[in-house]
Structure formats: C-alpha cells, structure tokens
C-alpha cells in the first residue's frame, strides 16, 4: 500500500492520520470499504463517511461520489428516506359545499366506464359507454331541476 507522506511526523496524531493510505475512488476495495463502514455504524450518512475516510485514506479523485454511490444502493436507506407523494386535489364547486336544498344540484363523480344493457330486437346487447353519454342522458332527465348540472358538464371532455 502507498501512503501519504506530509509534514505532520511530529504531530501527535495516529499513524493512519499522519500518513494516509492513497486508494482509488473507482476500485472495488474502496466500494468495500465504504459499504461495510456504512453498514458498521448502522447505515451511517454521508457527513459521518466522509470524516471517517478522509481521515484514515486519501482518495485519488475525491470521495463523494463513492459516498453518494454507497448511500444510494443501499436499500435499508432507500426505504427509510422514502417519502409518500400527496395527491394534488381541486377545489370543490360552490354548490357543493354551500347548504341548498335535498337535489337543488346533483353530479356524477365517477368517470366509468358503465355496461349499459340494450334490447335490440329479440336480443341483449351489452355496451359500454363513458362519463360523457352518462352524464348527457342524466342531465337530459334532469334539465328541467337542475341547471347546475347542465353548467358542470359542458365543462368535461
Ligand atoms: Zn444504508
């Protein structure tokens, strides 16, 4: 092993300190090592390994990458740093979080799509059909009650 040689002999560090061992960051020694010093000190961060090798070795082109590498495929710390994604929500109409009458507004959320069941002829057939030709045909029934809907959903695709 090569080592580093400065003008710290006469400092009272240790060895390792005064004289750093040289290794390569893209040697598969040096992945070893950071992998087993992260799983040693249970599953320590990058602060921690960096202050940790750059007082015992000295890494030709730097270290952080390793770090970086290490850290990231270690699937313990991927899991633990896992965030939940929020879901992103619209706000709701103004008819529907105003108090109003029992069907003054009435509006579909679901989007389908619905199995609808037509006789043609002497036999069944089965369609199915989207959001759109639903809402259509509720609002057609329902034109002369409700207005609002009628608004709601000349809005949708
Ligand atoms: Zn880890």
């Not at 040689?5 to 090592?33: H, M, T």
């Not at 313990?76 to 619209?90: E, I, P």
Request: charged content about 20%; glycine content about 4%; hydrophobic content about 40%.
């Amino acid at each position: 092993m090569l080592r580093v040689f400065g003008r710290l002999e006469n400092s009272p560090f240790s060895k390792d300190k005064k004289r750093p061992v040289i290794l390569s960051a893209k040697s598969r020694l040096s992945r070893l090592l950071f992998e087993d010093v992260h799983l040693k000190y249970f599953h320590a961060n990058r602060t921690f390994l960096h202050s940790f090798f750059n007082s015992r070795y000295w890494f030709i082109g730097g270290c952080t990458n390793l770090i970086k590498f290490v850290i990231r495929n270690c699937i313990y710390c991927r899991r633990s740093k896992a965030t939940n994604l929020n879901q992103l929500m619209g706000q709701l109409p103004a008819d529907r979080v105003t108090i109003s009458r029992p069907f003054s507004s009435c509006a579909v959320d679901f989007a389908g799509p619905f199995t609808v069941k037509c006789i043609i002829g002497h036999a069944y057939t089965t369609y199915s059909t989207w959001q759109s030709s639903f809402v259509g045909s509720l609002e057609l029934s329902t034109l002369r009650w409700s207005p609002i809907l009628l608004h709601r959903s000349s809005k949708m695709p």
